[in-house]
Each structure stands twice: as structure tokens, then as C-alpha cells.
């Protein structure tokens, strides 16, 4: 017989790598792909003619658009991806970051309750919720307190929190994850990972002298997207409800690091120079996790290697997306 999963942000990075996931793993699965009227669809161009999966428009804020698509499809599984994701943004569009990480969610909580109270959502908590973290703090666990220090950090803390409520009080079978930074070849422009390899490629193109980036003292916990949303589903089928659960590799590296990793896969050697305006009002000096707690209830560990397979994927990407050739043998 078969299920249905619906995703919400199926456009994103995560979404479009959770879809090739349940294509390639759980054939037994038609997937509803949720995306916004004015989505980049880039990221999913190979995915549109895929006969398992059905595209519509979906605004989480609409809460009458939401609950016509919950009582339609009535989905078995639900991944909540959804999200004004980019940090930064959040502090130049706050409101917009409560309204669709919050509201939005509630119209899908309220939805599930009303029509599909059988229905597990898995919802897509950050480790920004741990914000300002001390360094006998690390590596973080699941317990430590919660000192946000974005909006968007305040919306995933307050998404657990309903997630929390849904559950004690209607019985909603909510699986929270805490996922760390995570990345993959259609990681957005505009975050961290991407710059560097993009401007990497530049260099090595000879189109640019430096790079240029923000605070190159920040330590972050690195994952492939392909090693998190695996983590999304084994979660949805294992964890307990109304818990959170990180998803991370168990490692740390600067900004500065990651320079230094994909300059030498580049084969390049250019200076560094920081740039004042990408810099946040509050910054998380260091997020390193601990995920034993999702191991103790699923079979999870990372496959792809996070230098070789994530970084360099990420640089050949715009490599040969700048240059339009194949990356030569000499950079691989």
C-alpha cells in the first residue's frame, strides 16, 4: 500500500535532499512537494517529472490554504522544513522570521489535529536554539539551556515549545531534531559554506584577489545535507516524541578552517580579509554538539566525509557552474 509524506520548503537544500532520500530508500512513499509561488526551483529542476512526487503552492501563513492541503492529502509522515532560514535575515526581517516559523507552524499543527491526528511531523528545530554557549558547555547536549541570540533562534525555540505543547496536550506525534550547521552542493549563496567555495572558484578562475568574509572566528559543527535528512527520517520512525535530538558530526571548525580546507583543494593560497558588513549584532562563538542520544535510538552515523565529499563537492559545484567545464583532474 502506498503512503504519503508531505514536505514542506521541498525547494530548499533540505527538502530537495530529503525527496532524493525517499525516492532512493522508501519506494513505497508518494511525496507532496509544498513550495511558495515565487520559489527558486533550481534546486529541484531533475526532480519535476518524477511521477512519485506532486508539486503545489503552499503559504504556511495562509491557514486556510494549509488546512485544504492537509485534509486533501492526508499525509502519513510530514517533514517541516519550512522555514525563513538565513540568520542574518531575521535580524532585518523579524516579523517576517515569527510569522512563518512560528505562525505558520501552528496552522500546521492545528490542521494535523483536526485531520490527520495519526500523522508524525517531524519538525526541523536549529542548534542556534542553544545560542550563547560557554566552553565547558561543549560538546552540547540536548539538556543544555537555551540562550538564543537571533529571531531566528527565538522562532525555533518557541516552534519546540508548541511542538511540546501539541503533544502533552492533543497527543500530536511531533519529532524534534536539532539539527547543526548542515550543507551540500545547493546550499544557498548566501551562507557561509557556499561563499567560500564560490569565491574559492573565483580565485582559481582568476576572477578574484581574496576572500571576503565575516567573522573567521565562529566554530560550527558541520554535516552533509544528505547525512542530516537521513537523520530526519530515522528520527521520525524511532524517536520519542515531544524530544529534542541533535544532529551533528561531533566536530568543530572555524571559519578560518574551512578557508584553509577548500583553498587547498582549490590549490590556492590567497589572503583573507573580513568583512564588516557580514557581521551579526550577536554572534554564537562556538557550536559543537553531542549526538548520542539520536544514536541511542536509531542506527545513524555520518557516511559522507565532510572535508572531501561535502567541501569538495561544494567547490567543484561552482567551479564548474562559473567556468561552464568540468573541474579539471588537478583539483580533485
Request: proline content about 4%.
Amino acid at each position: 500500500m502506498t503512503k504519503s509524506c508531505l514536505i514542506t520548503g521541498a525547494t530548499g537544500m533540505a527538502g530537495s535532499a530529503m525527496i532524493e532520500y525517499i525516492l532512493e530508500n522508501h519506494h513505497d512513499y508518494k511525496i507532496l512537494a509544498c513550495r511558495r509561488r515565487h520559489s527558486d526551483m533550481s534546486n529541484v529542476l531533475h526532480l519535476l517529472d518524477n511521477k512519485l512526487v506532486e508539486w503545489i503552492h503552499l503559504d504556511l501563513t495562509d491557514t486556510l490554504e494549509v488546512e485544504k492541503t492537509i485534509e486533501w492529502f492526508l499525509p502519513n509522515k510530514i517533514f517541516h522544513l519550512g522555514a525563513q532560514s538565513f540568520v542574518p535575515r531575521s535580524w532585518k526581517a523579524p516579523i517576517e522570521t515569527i510569522n512563518v516559523n512560528v505562525l505558520g507552524s501552528v496552522n500546521l499543527f492545528e490542521s494535523v489535529r483536526k485531520y490527520t491526528p495519526e500523522s508524525t511531523i517531524h519538525v526541523a528545530g536549529s542548534s542556534e536554539e542553544y545560542g550563547l554557549v560557554y566552553p565547558h558547555e561543549t560538546p552540547i547536549k540536548e539538556t543544555n539551556p537555551l540562550r538564543p541570540l537571533s529571531p531566528y533562534a527565538c522562532s525555533k525555540v518557541m516552534l519546540e515549545n508548541l511542538s511540546y505543547t501539541y503533544f502533552k496536550s492533543y497527543g500530536t506525534k511531533v519529532v524534534i531534531t536539532r539539527a547543526f550547521n548542515h550543507t551540500g552542493i545547493y546550499r544557498g549563496e548566501e551562507f557561509v559554506t557556499a561563499q567560500i567555495c564560490k569565491q574559492a572558484a573565483e580565485i582559481a578562475l582568476g576572477e578574484r584577489e581574496s576572500f571576503y568574509l565575516g567573522n573567521l572566528d565562529a566554530q560550527r559543527d558541520f554535516t552533509d545535507v544528505r547525512d542530516t535528512v537521513r537523520a530526519y527520517w530515522e528520527a521520525s520512525e524511532k524517536c520519542n516524541y515531544g524530544e529534542p535530538y541533535n544532529i551533528c558530526s561531533g566536530k568543530s571548525h572555524s571559519i578560518k578552517q574551512l578557508v584553509d580546507i577548500v583553498s587547498n583543494i582549490a590549490q590556492i593560497s590567497n589572503e583573507v580579509k573580513q568583512n564588516p558588513e557580514k557581521m551579526r549584532p550577536a554572534d554564537v562563538p562556538i557550536l559543537l554538539g553531542d549526538n548520542s542520544k539520536l544514536k541511542e535510538k536509531t542506527s545513524w552515523s555520518q557516511i559522507y566525509d565532510f572535508e572531501s565529499d561535502t567541501l569538495g563537492g561544494i567547490f567543484q559545484h561552482w567551479y564548474e557552474k562559473l567556468s561552464k567545464h568540468p573541474m579539471e583532474k588537478m583539483f580533485l
